[in-house]
């Protein structure tokens, strides 16, 4: 692998540092590597709405553990105000996925548009020539002589492996990117932590959206409506044959998959299999009737040539499946129909499909509609699009 730092005039990098250990261990890292590193903070929450932020990333105090752990390694630290675009771009992009009957992926919105997106403008200022991250993922760094295309692989460790969330970066955003964790086991990073001193060596993960408290997204929707003078969307329950079940209090609050929160009982379980956003229709059906022979992605990002013929390619189709083998074909208007070779559950529109070779990210995109599964005698469901560019 190419080391960036030897194909560049510049060695200046900026590092988004969110108060974390693996970011802290980022910044070390690049430092140990002869780097000139500044650590970058994103301010990520209006002041009025500072409190319900404490415990979160880029929240009071983990600008406060950034600047803690720069001041030990030694270099300049930086706040930046990004409340408002974050709003707009991430939490707004939430809250209308919901409402179309999607199911949104914060994360990967947030990194193409925020922290590969708005936070080139200060590294720009900064004279940086490379943003780094405490993901763990790596990208590989070509020269022009051997093609100047950069490679997004996965990271060393599969249970941290947040390449998934990269999949939207486009070339010129890998092509100035680093994940010096890529290489790490999470154990291994703790370890370097704790040798350094540092008071986060032992902070606990993040496990939620990072804007959502107590994980109570149904909450936060609603809060959010009432800010914009919305409310949730009610209609009815029904069934794939179009026979009604019952009201619910709106579409927003279920997803693909769902069995909570459903009326029957008595006989087999129920799960959400479509939401139709313009009739608030929710449709259930069996088990069986979640998997999936078919579906197209939308807004697709090839990171090389996109397979115009059928090409046998693992997906997958959210961050915690391990991923299938499929036949991935690109159409017009960067979509992409994929035909697993096994049938898929709960295929879920909103959410990403990544495609790999090996450890390699070869492309993905945003999963838009898909067709049940021929054993089921019901009518194939085409869902809705995937989420508008913001």
């Known amino acids: 692998m190419n080391n960036p730092a030897q194909t560049t005039e510049s060695r200046r990098v900026v590092v988004g540092m969110s108060g974390g250990v693996d970011s802290s261990v980022a910044a070390w890292l690049l430092k140990e590597q002869g780097w000139e590193v500044i650590g970058v903070t994103m301010k990520l929450w209006p002041q009025d709405c500072m409190t319900r932020a404490e415990d979160k990333c880029c929240g009071p105090q983990a600008i406060a553990d950034a600047r803690n752990v720069a001041n030990t390694l030694g270099i300049p630290h930086y706040v930046i105000d990004e409340a408002v675009p974050f709003e707009r771009l991430v939490i707004d992009y939430f809250a209308d996925e919901y409402r179309a009957g999607r199911t949104p992926n914060p994360c990967v919105m947030c990194n193409e548009k925020l922290k590969f997106g708005n936070l080139w403008d200060k590294a720009t200022a900064l004279g940086a020539a490379f943003i780094a991250t405490g993901h763990y993922a790596s990208v590989q760094h070509s020269t022009d002589k051997e093609g100047g295309k950069p490679i997004l692989r996965k990271g060393l460790d599969p249970k941290k492996d947040q390449s998934y969330f990269l999949f939207s970066l486009r070339r010129e955003q890998l092509s100035r990117a680093l994940f010096p964790l890529g290489c790490l086991t999470k154990e291994e990073i703790r370890g370097i932590a704790r040798n350094l001193g540092l008071k986060v060596a032992d902070k606990e993960d993040s496990q939620e959206i990072c804007f959502v408290p107590g994980k109570d ?16 969307q009610p209609g009815g329950f029904y069934d794939l044959q179009g026979n009604h079940l019952g009201p619910h209090d709106g579409i927003e609050l279920f997803t693909i998959g769902q069995r909570k929160g459903l009326p029957g009982g008595g006989g087999a379980p129920r799960y959400v299999i479509d939401i139709d956003a313009d009739s608030g229709r929710v449709i259930l059906g069996g088990e069986e009737d979640l998997f999936c022979e078919e579906f197209t992605v939308n807004r697709t990002n090839w990171h090389g040539d996109a ?4 090409r046998r390619i693992l997906v997958k189709v959210r961050h915690g499946h391990t991923g299938d083998l499929a036949e991935v074909t690109a159409g017009e208007n960067d979509t992409a129909v994929v035909r697993p070779l096994e049938e ?8 990403a499909a990544v495609f790999y070779d090996g450890d390699q990210v070869i492309g993905g995109g945003w999963i ?8 089921t005698t019901k009518k194939s469901i085409s869902t809705t699009q995937a989420p508008a560019a913001a």
């Open 217 to 232: 997204y149904k909450a936060f929707l609603k809060d959010r409506f009432q800010d914009r003078g919305e409310t949730f």
């Open 307 to 310: 397979p115009n013929t059928p």
């Open 344 to 351: 898929l559950r709960a295929v879920t529109p909103g959410q």
């Open 368 to 375: 838009a509609s898909r067709t049940v599964s021929p054993r």
